[in-house]
């Protein structure tokens, strides 16, 4: 059977991305993974007629690799499609951060995205491919995101050493860097305000933008102008220099 599966569909990003899957309509079934089982109910419903099959786990349960292994062999699955998006995110200061809350970052964000992409690439095979979903903090060490703007920078590295590895298999691997979207986690006039004068992204034209670029082959994809001058210029000034611009904001 010739699958998607979509981590942290329950909501924003990776709910666009499931309904645009839908559309292309070139899979038997989406598999959507997320904590919340109602969400991913009602997804299903508005996506049909696509399949969309409800997987509801939690990636920080080392058990739920385990059980997610056991589908996949069971179904015969061929993944064509991976978009690999959960994420969690705390910014401010380091010393007033959770102990929760950063072991929600490193579980999520790192250990997590990792075991997704080590359970399912073995289901992987020529012609498919994967999306990454980082961040523009992984570009530059971010000041108030020391725990999640490191954890970004560990998904681009990885991402792109896992492409050139799984080249030769015909399997693309693609890093989506976005910027600010209107999200959960990043409600636009919510108390995201430093970020909020940075501009939001459209989930529809990323989703259906990443599909087409990760397709055609693409390792790395920055939404928007503003972004992608912003990676230029994380690329020529030195990182010390663009650190201590941002040291004032927290
Ligand atoms: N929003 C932005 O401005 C922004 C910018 C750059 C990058 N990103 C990245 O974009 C990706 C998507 O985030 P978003 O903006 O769409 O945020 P979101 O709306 O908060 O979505 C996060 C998703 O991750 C799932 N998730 C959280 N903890 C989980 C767990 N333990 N197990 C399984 N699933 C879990 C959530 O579902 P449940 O709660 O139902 O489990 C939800 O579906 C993330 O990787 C984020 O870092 C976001």
Sequence with gaps: MNIA???GASSGLGAEFTRAV????????IWVVARRKERLEELAKECAPAHVRPVPMDLTDRKSFTELKKMLEEERANIQILINNAGYCSCGLFEDMSEKDIDMM???????MTLVNRVCI?????GSYAVIVGSVSSFVP????????AAKAYARFHGQALRAELKKKGINVMVLSPGNMDTEMNVRGG??????????????KITRTSLKQASAGKGFYTPGW???GYRIVSKIVPHAM???ATEGMF
């Design 5 to 7: 599966v979509i981590t």
């Design 22 to 29: 839908a559309e292309q309509n070139d899979v038997d079934e």
């Design 106 to 112: 490193i579980d999520l964000d790192i250990k997590a």
């Design 122 to 126: 073995p289901y992987m095979n020529k």
């Design 142 to 149: 971010v000041v108030g995101q020391a725990v999640y703007s």
């Design 191 to 204: 108390d995201g305000e430093k970020a909020g004068r940075l501009p939001y992204l459209s989930l529809k």
């Design 226 to 228: 503003f972004y992608k």
């Design 242 to 244: 663009m650190i201590k």
